[in-house]
């Protein structure tokens, strides 16, 4: 079993800042791409950031500029750095990983149970 765990969701005032982790524990090999999602109320579940193992990332258009995406290979664990929230990034926040549990093994995606973000304007 692999396991997600996120922390650092909460409420803060429109241009603060708040940082989420996501860890992974369990029966892991390696973890490939690492990522975070979002999904507000009524909408579609939508990228945010993504960082391969390497440390390429890519972002949403929404948030380049004011997200970094980092991740410690060490600790199996990722990083979203928000700043300069706005009342449109309220959402829950997803962690993704791409996990090989083993050796060869499939390589497979799995998510973290979700962090709430809301922005007060």
């Known amino acids: 079993q692999v396991h997600l765990v996120e922390s650092g969701g909460g409420l803060v005032q429109a241009g603060g800042s708040l940082r989420l982790s996501c860890a992974a524990s369990g029966s892991i090999f390696s973890i490939n791409a690492m990522g975070w999602y979002r999904q507000a109320p009524g909408k579609q579940r939508d990228l945010v950031a993504i960082i391969t193992r390497l440390g390429t990332s890519n972002y949403a258009d929404s948030v380049k500029g004011r997200f970094t995406i980092s991740r410690d290979n060490a600790k199996n664990t990722v990083y979203l750095q928000m700043n300069s929230l706005k009342p449109e990034d309220t959402a829950t926040y997803y962690c993704?990983?791409?996990?090989?549990?083993?050796?060869?093994?499939?390589?497979?995606?799995?998510w973290g149970q979700g962090t709430q973000v809301t922005v007060s304007s």
């Open positions: 993704i990983c791409n996990v090989q549990r083993v050796v060869g093994g499939a390589r497979l995606d799995y």
